[in-house]
């Protein structure tokens, strides 16, 4: 859940400041940016989503554990995964969760 809370802080940090940056520097608004902050604050938003279902339905533990897995890597190539920690926090839960069972 930690993991998925600061890759959602990384997407916030990126949405907000990115568009900031790029009005300054280069004029425009910076919707790239800006979209591309959405989309990391969504990993984060999939990630706790999946932390929640696993805490709520032990049972499930490897299809949520590898769910975790597979959008921890995804937002550690495209977006440094919550500082890095995040996403290493992701996959140490995610395979935590998978062996437990």
């Known amino acids: 859940?930690?993991?998925?809370?600061?890759v959602l802080i990384e997407g916030l940090i990126i949405a907000i400041s990115g568009p900031l940056i790029s009005l300054a520097v280069v004029g425009d608004l910076g919707l790239g940016v800006l979209l591309y902050g959405i989309l990391v604050?969504?990993?984060?938003l999939i990630m706790m989503?999946?932390?929640y279902g696993l805490r709520s339905r032990p049972?499930?533990?490897?299809?949520y554990?590898?769910?975790i897995i597979i959008v921890s890597v995804i937002a550690l190539v495209l977006a440094g995964g919550g500082f890095v920690i995040g996403s290493i926090m992701g996959i140490i839960g995610g395979a935590w969760a998978i062996i437990r069972g």
């Open 49 to 51: 989503w999946l932390a």
């Open 59 to 63: 049972a499930s533990h490897v299809a």
């Open 65 to 67: 554990g590898a769910g």
């Open 1 to 6: 859940m930690i993991g998925g809370v600061l």
């Open 41 to 44: 604050i969504i990993l984060g």
